[in-house]
C-alpha cells in the first residue's frame, strides 16, 4: 500500500468509532498465532459490516468463511430480535479460537458454527436469508453464488469479499491460477445476471453489494 492510501487508511479510522475491544484483541489473537492474518475483516471492513446488518436488520444471515470469526461478530451485531446467523468454516482446527470470541462478545445465542464443505451444509440448514457474506474457497464463489440465491429472499443481500482480487482480475483475459480465475469468473457472471442488482465498493480487496430483484 502507498503511503497515500495508508494515510488515507489511517485518517478513515481515525474518523470512525474505535474497533470493539473484544474484536480488538481477536485481531491481535489472529496476527500473532493463526496463518494468512491478511484473511481477517478488520477494524473499517468489520465496522462496514455491521453497519450493513444494522441497516437491514436481518433475521437471518448466512457467512461462508468464519475464519476467526470477526465477520461474524460485526454482522450479528445487526440482527433483528431472535435473529441468528449461520457461519460456515472448512477449517475445524479453527474453532477453538471462534468460539472463544464469540463467547467473549456475548453472541453466542445469535451465532451457529458449522464446520464442513459449504456447498454440502447451506441445503441442510432449511433457512432462507435476507443477507449472506461470501468469503470462502475463492475457487469456488460462482458456485456458492448460485445456491446461495435460492435460498435468499426477495430483496436480501449478498456481500462477496475479495472480488478485486489484489488487482489480478484485470491482469490478464483468461487467468492462469484457480483462484484467479474463479474471482475472475464469478465477477463476469455476476454482471450479466439480471437478476440482481450490484455494485463493486474499492473496499480493501473489493467487496460487491448485490441485492436480488
Known amino acids: 500500500m502507498s503511503d497515500f492510501y495508508f494515510h488515507i487508511e489511517e485518517y478513515i479510522l481515525n474518523h470512525s468509532d474505535a474497533e470493539d475491544p473484544i474484536l480488538a484483541e481477536l485481531n491481535r489473537e489472529t496476527n500473532l498465532k493463526i ?12 465496522k462496514i459490516l455491521e453497519m450493513i446488518s444494522k441497516m437491514i436488520h436481518p433475521k437471518r444471515i448466512l457467512e461462508i468463511g468464519t475464519y476467526t470469526g470477526y465477520s461474524a461478530i460485526c454482522m450479528a451485531k445487526g440482527l433483528a430480535e431472535n435473529g441468528i446467523l449461520h457461519s460456515i468454516e472448512i ?79 484485470i491482469e490478464m483475459e483468461t487467468p492462469d491460477d484457480e483462484y484467479t480465475k474463479g474471482i475472475f469468473d464469478f465477477n463476469y457472471f455476476l454482471k450479466n445476471d439480471t437478476r440482481v442488482e450490484k455494485v463493486i465498493l474499492p473496499l480493501r480487496d473489493g467487496l460487491t453489494l448485490i441485492r436480488k430483484l
Open 35 to 46: 496463518l494468512r492474518p491478511r484473511m481477517l475483516s478488520g477494524h473499517l471492513q468489520g
Open 91 to 169: 477449517n475445524d482446527e479453527l474453532e477453538e479460537i471462534i468460539t472463544k470470541y464469540i463467547q467473549k462478545s456475548g453472541l453466542q445465542n445469535k451465532i451457529k458454527t458449522h464446520f464442513g464443505n459449504a456447498l454440502e451444509i447451506i441445503p441442510l440448514l432449511n433457512e432462507t436469508f435476507d443477507m449472506v457474506f461470501i468469503d470462502g474457497d475463492k475457487r469456488e464463489y460462482l458456485e456458492y453464488y448460485n445456491l446461495v440465491l435460492n435460498f435468499v429472499n426477495p430483496g436480501g443481500f449478498i456481500l462477496a469479499d475479495n472480488v478485486l482480487w489484489s488487482g489480478k482480475v
